[in-house]
Nanobody, 126 residues
Framework: QVQLVESGGGPVQAGGSLRLSCAASGPTFSTYPRGWFRQAPGKEREFVAA????????YYADSVKGRFTISRDNAKNTVYLQMNSLKPEDTAVYYC???????????????????WGQGTQVTVSS
C-alpha cells in the first residue's frame, strides 16, 4: 500500500514562510525522484519543484525560483518544500508526488508522476 500525506499548509500573510512536508508510508521511495505541484481553483495543476534521489539536484518553476527550496530526508522517507517570501499568487493546493522512474531526471509534467498525496491548502493573503 502506498500513501503520501502532505502537511504544513495553512493561512499565511504575504512575505511570510511555510514549510510543507510529505511523509510516505508503505514502500520506501528513497531512490525515486520526487516533486511538488500545486493547483489553484479553476486552474490546471502546475509544476513547482522536483528533487533527484540523492537530493543533490533540484529543479524549480521560474515562478518560485529563489523563494522555494525542495529537500528530502530519505531516512524518514519524507520530502519538504520550504516556501519563503510568499505571494498571493502562491495560493493553491499543494501536492507531493513520486516520479515514475528512479533513473531519469524528473520532468515538469504531472503525468510523469505516478503516486500522489491528497494535497494541503496554502492561502497567502495580501
Amino acid at each position: 500500500q502506498v500513501q503520501l500525506v502532505e502537511s504544513g499548509g495553512g493561512p499565511v500573510q504575504a512575505g511570510g514562510s511555510l514549510r510543507l512536508s510529505c511523509a510516505a508510508s508503505g514502500p520506501t521511495f528513497s531512490t525515486y525522484p520526487r516533486g511538488w505541484f500545486r493547483q489553484a481553483p479553476g486552474k490546471e495543476r502546475e509544476f513547482v519543484a522536483a528533487i533527484n534521489w540523492r537530493g543533490d539536484s533540484t529543479y524549480y518553476a521560474d515562478s518560485v525560483k529563489g523563494r522555494f527550496t525542495i529537500s528530502r530526508d530519505n531516512a524518514k522517507n519524507t520530502v519538504y518544500l520550504q516556501m519563503n517570501s510568499l505571494k498571493p499568487e502562491d495560493t493553491a493546493v499543494y501536492y507531493c508526488a513520486v516520479y515514475g522512474s528512479r533513473w531519469l531526471r524528473p520532468s515538469q509534467e504531472d503525468y510523469d508522476y505516478n503516486y500522489w498525496g491528497q494535497g494541503t491548502q496554502v492561502t497567502v493573503s495580501s
